[in-house]
């Protein structure tokens, strides 16, 4: 199984840039990463997802580097709205099927 | 992109009583199914998954079921309940084959009390 570790929560100020790295060492080969955003009492939001180098959205980018054992998400110029918990998710590989959240990073924007 | 129908938002139920939630899944066809329970200020926990109709694989043992009666609907049940299944409980749809790629209802709270 493809453990991630991810800080626990992080804190932040409105217009900086957040990178919240993940640790996934043993991620199989034909696996991508996928990052989530969840606020509270609600579903988790897909943001990005990327197999190798760098992946942009209008959201956030993602950094992998070559070996892949881990990830950032980076979030330009936040704004308090961005105040959410993060997970990173590297399943199983071989296209097996089981989605395993971890316990995620809480950010936390301040004024 | 796919929309999870996920009903009712809150529950409040006697210890004792059952439960059935049911997820119903648009825009897609044979789509892996998930329940989640996630305790206040905690993670995501696996309850279940599906990768077919009939076809229900537990993660933790525990005094929940589901079921999958056709290829878009999902139904996690209990038939008497526990003051330790309060929680919110997540239903979750992915295009499988590896797919990491998930779409989320939005939830039911559940308090037994």
């Known amino acids: 199984l493809a453990k991630t570790t991810q800080p626990i929560s992080m804190d932040s100020y409105e217009g900086q840039e957040v990178n919240i790295t993940c640790s996934h060492n043993?991620?199989?080969?034909?696996?991508?990463i996928t990052w989530y955003q969840q606020f509270p009492s609600q579903g988790p939001r897909f943001i990005i997802q990327?197999?190798?180098t760098k992946v942009t959205n209008e959201v956030a980018s993602l950094f992998i580097p070559a070996d892949r054992k881990s990830s950032t998400l980076s979030l330009p110029r936040v704004s308090l709205s961005d105040t959410a918990v993060y997970y990173c998710?590297?399943?199983?590989?071989?296209?097996?099927?089981?989605?395993?959240f971890g316990a995620g990073t809480r950010l936390a924007v301040h004024p | 992109s796919q929309t999870i129908h996920q009903w009712p938002a809150t529950l409040v139920q006697p210890v004792g009583s059952p439960l059935s939630l049911e997820c119903t899944v648009e825009?897609?066809?044979?789509?892996?199914l998930y329940w989640y329970r996630q305790a206040a200020g905690r993670g995501l926990q696996l309850l279940f998954y599906?990768?077919?109709?009939?076809?229900i694989s537990s993660e933790v043992p525990q005094n929940l079921s589901a079921s999958r009666p056709q290829d878009r609907q999902f139904i996690l049940s209990s038939k008497k309940l526990l003051l330790s299944d309060s929680g919110f409980y997540l239903c979750?749809?992915?295009?499988?084959?590896?797919?990491?790629?998930?779409?989320f209802g939005q939830g039911t709270r559940l308090t037994v009390v």
């Open positions: 825009g897609t066809s044979n789509p892996n």
């Open positions: 599906s990768v077919g109709i009939g076809q």
């Open positions: 998710l590297a399943p199983l590989g071989g296209g097996y099927n089981k989605l395993i």
């Open positions: 043993n991620i199989a080969t034909n696996d991508y």
């Open positions: 990327g197999y190798k």
């Open positions: 979750a749809s992915s295009r499988g084959s590896g797919n990491t790629e998930a779409f």
